[in-house]
């Protein structure tokens, strides 16, 4: 194992906490906005961690770019998806969590 | 690291499973919906993993797709398939 091998790695099982970190939010945050928070939030970071454990091992430019190309789309998705359904929630009156 | 790989894509797998109670247990279609955009993500992280693990650069044009496909389900839920009148209490 090389030094670049024990980066991947510590990057890989960094990104596996951040998706534990956004499964545990979904099933015990109290309402759909705070589970919009954990998910949209922990689980972009873990995939990014992710993407950058495999595209360091990755042997071209071109093969890291794609990697990255898929993060930024999934980025874009989770961003939208915040979005819309916050604002679709608020005026549907789903209230917010008070205590 | 093949090991490290495949015991990550199977435990993101297990997160699926875990994120399949909130599925079932609702209480909104906003929070079914959610789960789906949890399974969205975790398959690009699984698809990218296994890739490397067999070698198999076809996997990644998988999780492209999955990537792509993440962002229109949402706007399709929301425009389309969202009741207006739906509150907290929804039964189902």
Redesign the interface.
Known sequence: MILL?YL??AL??A??FF??A??LG??RFPD?YT??HA??KA??V??GL??AG?AI?SDSLA?AG??V??WL??L???A??AN??AR??I?????LWKQ | MQILYFTMALFLLLNLIAGMWRVLRGPTAADRMLATQLFGTTAVAILLLLAQADDNPALRDVALVFAILAAVTAVAFVRRAWPVSETEDDPA
């Open positions: 091998d991947s790695v890989l099982i990104g596996a998706f534990m956004g499964t979904l099933l759909v589970r919009l998910l949209t689980d972009n873990g995939l992710v993407v495999l091992q093969g794609k990697l190309l898929i789309l999934v874009l998705a989770g939208s998806v819309l359904i679709g929630a005026r549907r009156g789903i209230r």
